[in-house]
């Protein structure tokens, strides 16, 4: 089965330029997550999809940061104009159900964001 | 507010034993995810408790204490591979992942 998979792996770009990661999900998952992960710390959700519907986007920065999963499917995350302290990891996830409200996250290997 | 309080850094030797300590505050409770992440990588599931009791799955086993709000990973014969960070994360009442910044586990010769 393949993986939760994700491009590009690494990004290199200057603050106030803009930058858009995709992730493809693992078949038949139905969730969807990006998260960003800054050096050190545990991953921050910035927003889920069930489908092709925003579940929770409460800690999105929704005045520079985008997401879509227009065919419930595969998704983008976009940043625009973007800032010094976006450096980070932004990960993707999806989820199988293990108990009845209870999903097994599995990541991709991330996308790797330098803002100089 | 909610919160997952785990060590920074633990060091242990080849072929030892090693206990990774969570405590968790969330707003309700269903249940507590460890993740394994080796550095530059995504993380990786290790394990799933939800009742009280120790869950173990070959070299690594996972406790939980609800009313403690108490967990722990153990690591057993461990393994140069096992280098890596070991991330505590606590499903609240609305099924949201709250995660801990990760302990990362240096292994010595």
């Known amino acids: 089965e393949a993986g939760v998979a994700q491009s590009p792996r690494y990004k290199i770009i200057e603050k106030r330029q803009s930058v858009a990661f995709w992730c493809n999900p693992i078949?038949?998952?139905?969730?969807l997550y990006w998260y960003q992960q800054i050096l050190g710390q545990g991953p921050k959700l910035l927003i889920q999809?069930?489908?092709?519907?925003?579940?929770?986007d409460s800690q999105l920065p929704k005045d520079r940061f985008s997401a879509e999963r227009l065919k419930g499917v595969d998704s983008t995350l976009k940043i625009q104009p973007a800032k010094l302290e976006d450096s980070a990891v932004y990960l993707c996830?999806?989820?199988?159900?293990?108990?009845?409200?209870?999903?097994?996250?599995?990541f991709g290997p991330g996308t790797r964001l330098l803002v100089l | 507010g909610q919160n997952i309080d785990q060590p920074t850094e633990m060091t242990a030797t080849e072929g030892a034993i090693v206990q990774i300590n969570c405590t968790y505050q969330?707003?309700?409770?269903?249940?507590l995810f460890w993740y394994q992440q080796h550095a530059g990588e995504a993380p990786t599931f290790l394990s799933y408790?939800?009742l009280d009791g120790l869950e173990e799955k070959g070299r690594f086993s996972s406790f939980l204490s609800r009313s403690k709000g108490y967990s722990y990973l153990l690591l057993k014969e461990l393994q140069m591979k096992d280098s890596a960070s070991y991330l505590c994360?606590?499903?609240?009442?609305?099924?949201?992942?709250?995660w801990g910044a990760g302990t990362k586990l240096i292994i010595k010769p």
């Open positions: 996830a999806s989820s199988l159900r293990l108990l009845e409200g209870v999903e097994t996250q599995y």
């Open positions: 078949s038949g998952h139905a969730t």
């Open positions: 999809f069930q489908n092709n519907g925003v579940v929770d």
């Open positions: 969330t707003s309700g409770f269903n249940g």
């Open positions: 408790n939800v």
């Open positions: 994360a606590g499903l609240d009442s609305n099924y949201q992942l709250i």
